[in-house]
């Protein structure tokens, strides 16, 4: 419904977590090994094919409305560092509740050679370290989402993408 898009603009939107993190099969989401780092790195410096990065990033919405806020399906972008690495779309539904929180799960898949190809090699060894919660630097992040919602059985897409940003790494 059309009041559910409206209470969904007006959610609060903060980070929440990264969780399932994988590089090229290499599981990163749990406590990391010297030898699985030393791998991960030696995977970064010496593949000559495709580097691939899968992670959840989990979004803590806060609806405040007095209406269940949610959509259909999502479109998203996301920018490390002011840098454009990924696009995609959450094809699941989700729903907020008046008055409560829920955490959006956003699957991210990237492949850090060809970002890395493109000369964005520092913004994404960042982010690969703060990831790996070895880094020194926060890495500046900015979720776009453009949600989709159902009216009388159509798909209506918000005009604008809305910017989420946060940062990973903080200590």
């Known amino acids: ?13 903060t980070y929440h977590s990264i969780d399932n993190i994988v590089v090229s099969g290499i599981s990163a989401s749990e406590e990391i090994s010297a030898f699985t780092l030393l791998k991960i790195v030696d995977l970064i410096n ?10 959840t990033l989990n979004l803590s919405v806060e609806n405040p409305n007095n209406v269940q806020a949610g959509f259909e ?4 972008q996301l920018d490390v560092d002011s840098i454009r ?8 539904p989700f729903s907020v509740a008046p008055h409560t929180t829920n955490v959006l799960p956003v699957n991210i898949n990237i492949d850090l050679r060809k970002i890395i190809a ?6 994404i060894l960042k982010l690969a370290k703060n990831l790996l919660g070895i880094g020194s630097t926060p890495s500046s992040l900015k979720l ?5 919602i159902k009216v ?20």
């Open 85 to 92: 690495i990924t696009e995609g779309e959450i094809s699941q």
């Open 118 to 123: 493109q000369e964005n090699s520092e913004a």
């Open 144 to 148: 776009n989402v453009k949600p989709t």
């Open 1 to 13: 419904m059309a009041s559910q898009a409206m209470a969904m603009k007006e959610c609060n939107y």
């Open 46 to 55: 010496n593949a000559s094919s495709s580097i691939s990065l899968s992670m």
């Open 73 to 76: 399906r999502m479109a998203y």
């Open 152 to 171: 009388l059985n159509r798909d209506v897409t918000a005009p604008k993408y809305i910017p989420l940003s946060f940062s990973i790494g903080d200590k």
